[in-house]
């Protein structure tokens, strides 16, 4: 592969496995099966329907996902079901729905819903400087909620929830964005679970929703049909034409999902494993890196910490620079060093990245 | 080139030019001027600015645009925009916008913006089964509807309007899907332009939006961000994650047709011989294929044409596919056959399809 490619720690767009990268680009001049290249080949072709049928039974498989769930395809990103739930869920409710604020994401989820309905926001992470999650019991979970809405992985601040949130008598609705099909998860314990593909299973431009049965039953009849569920779930994400390059890429990364790692609890295993060293490499530097999230919080996707001064991270970023990394700035709404350690990243890039670091914390000591 | 793609006659997502897939699969390994694969690079990068930039500034080029006009790359195809013109530009008014009803398209148009506010259809293609266009005697154009909307080519039917509709006093919006950037056009003259890039410009999963700076005025205050065109441009079509791929590949395109077309009057004149072609293949054919629409609206894009009984149409199909032509069967929704023509397909391919339709008709004659 190419070598930079597998150093890539980019907080999203990530990167993708090798194996998917090569078979997308022989689509690019002609699928196999078809002959044609993969863009210029009609949605509406048996080709495209097998692609989707396929794609959303490997989602299945992974998940354990029963039939009474839908799975779509669709476009417009975290951000379009920042909307759309609260658009099906929320319109007309008396009683709020509960919403988390945990972080710079489900930060931006609340505006959204704030413009559908009543939302109450029953943790105000900015109190902490988001720089740890809330314990059960720091959090009030109303029986008369339409909704509880949360973000599993915070990809900015780099905190992950490690257990499931709620009452089962309250439907829950999860952003799970930045760690979907990373690990097993209880998905049918939620009504309605959306990702964004291009942390751990595809390029931008396709958003995975999982939905319930029941979701169908709640769409308003006045919305426009390419924010309808329903809609949606009845034309197979063939609503109107459907992000062709997208879809076939994320189906590509399921099938590496069953057949090269195994299923989600192979992938789990080497995400921590992962995720393990690197925090391992903060702790043991004592205190040269330090790890912004508290410790039971810490994110297996994305690891965020800071070196104590900003002259010395960048330092850190131009030197990791020069020996291949990239995407390691952390995000521009609050700086330092952010390592995403997606799907697709290999255990060996991550022993590379602590290594590094290493020898960048040995290096500055000498200085 | 592939000789399958070259002979893609698809209705959409249509064919590229091939050293646009060249480059699109090199990227897809590693963009050039980065290193890494162009489904890794992170959307707030230098190097994705870069992209957008040039991507706006082509089109710019390509129409002579001028600085009052912003250029959008959003996602949801034009069946977004079918919602969010109205939810702009028609919410809470009492004078109806003006929309003709032309074909397939321009009929989905409608319910999508009945649902924001008051409509009138000026124009009922469906009593001549669209197969023409109305003329400007047989429209009634008011001085105070909030805009006009058609859609300028029919893809479905094979329509295309060879003039510019409506009043200089009232603001025109045009759904330009399948002929942006095969030809010229007028521009300024309206107040918003929208177009998927699926037909002319780039793979599906990112529409092209041309907006007067006055439209940033009309936005309402409660429209979710994602449908805010205002937030969209100033945010430079980066509010949330865009479909970086999609948006690449369309910047490719744009240089292709400035640099190896030389721009909209030469990429007008070879559509024209194209769509010439086939049409006096179809006139010169005694009746064997007829032409679906009239001939003083026949679309260059979507030459449209029956031959007479299911049974030879099938036949057609199936020998052409043999001989190595794809995407000939016309759109579900009213069958017979549809020959493609956007931008990418080039004139020696219409010459192949042409010597294939005379000799099969010669052939069907001596059977």
Redesign the interface.
């Known amino acids: 592969m190419?070598n930079?490619?597998s150093l890539?720690f980019?907080?999203?767009?990530?990167?993708?496995p090798e194996s998917v990268?090569?078979q997308?680009?022989q689509a690019?001049?002609?699928v196999p099966e078809v002959?044609?290249?993969v863009?210029?080949?009609?949605?509406?072709s048996d080709w495209f329907a097998a692609v989707v049928a396929e794609t959303e039974n490997n989602i299945r498989t992974l998940l354990g996902l029963g039939s009474r769930y839908h799975v779509l395809l669709l476009?417009?990103?975290?951000?379009?079901q920042?909307?759309m739930v609260p658009?099906t869920l929320l319109r007309g409710k008396q009683s709020p729905a509960q919403y988390l604020h945990t972080g710079y994401w489900s930060g931006k989820a609340l505006?959204?819903a704030q413009?559908q309905g009543p939302v109450e926001v029953i943790w105000h992470g900015g109190a902490c400087d988001f720089k740890r999650l809330p314990d059960d019991d720091e959090l009030s979970f109303s029986a008369t909620a339409p909704y509880l809405h949360y973000v599993s992985n915070e990809t900015v601040e780099g905190l992950q929830f490690k257990r499931l949130l709620g009452r089962d008598d309250v439907p829950r609705v999860c952003d799970m964005s930045s760690d979907f099909l990373s690990q097993p998860c209880a998905a049918e314990r939620f009504l309605l679970i959306y990702a964004?593909a291009?942390k751990n299973i595809g390029?931008?431009?396709?958003t995975v929703v999982l939905l319930h049965e029941d979701v169908l039953n709640l769409v308003p009849a006045?919305?426009?049909?390419?924010?309808d569920y329903r809609k949606q779930a009845l034309a197979h994400s063939n609503?109107?034409?459907?992000?062709?390059?997208?879809i076939y890429?994320t189906l590509l990364v399921t099938r590496w999902l069953l057949q090269d790692i195994g299923g989600l609890r192979n992938m789990a295993d080497i995400n921590q494993q992962k995720a393990a060293l690197l925090y391992q490499t903060l702790d043991s530097s004592e205190g040269f890196y330090q790890g912004r999230a508290a410790h039971q919080d810490r994110s297996l996707m994305n690891v965020v910490f800071n070196l104590g001064n900003l002259e010395l991270e960048k330092k850190f970023l131009a030197q990791a620079q020069r020996a291949g990394f990239?995407?390691l700035a952390g995000h521009?709404a609050i700086g330092g060093i952010r390592a995403s350690i997606y799907n697709a990243l290999k255990l060996s890039a991550v022993e590379s990245l602590a290594s590094f670091m290493q020898e960048f914390q040995q290096q500055a000591r000498n200085c």
Request: contains cysteine; proline residues 10%; neutral net charge.
């Open positions: 190419n930079l490619n890539n980019s907080g999203g767009p990530g990167a993708l990268l090569l997308a680009q690019i001049l002609a002959g044609l290249s863009l210029g080949i009609s949605h509406r476009q417009g990103g975290a951000t379009q920042f909307a658009m505006p959204e413009l964004h291009q390029p931008s431009g396709v006045d919305l426009p049909c390419f924010l609503l109107n034409t459907p992000p062709v390059f997208a890429v990239s995407g521009r």
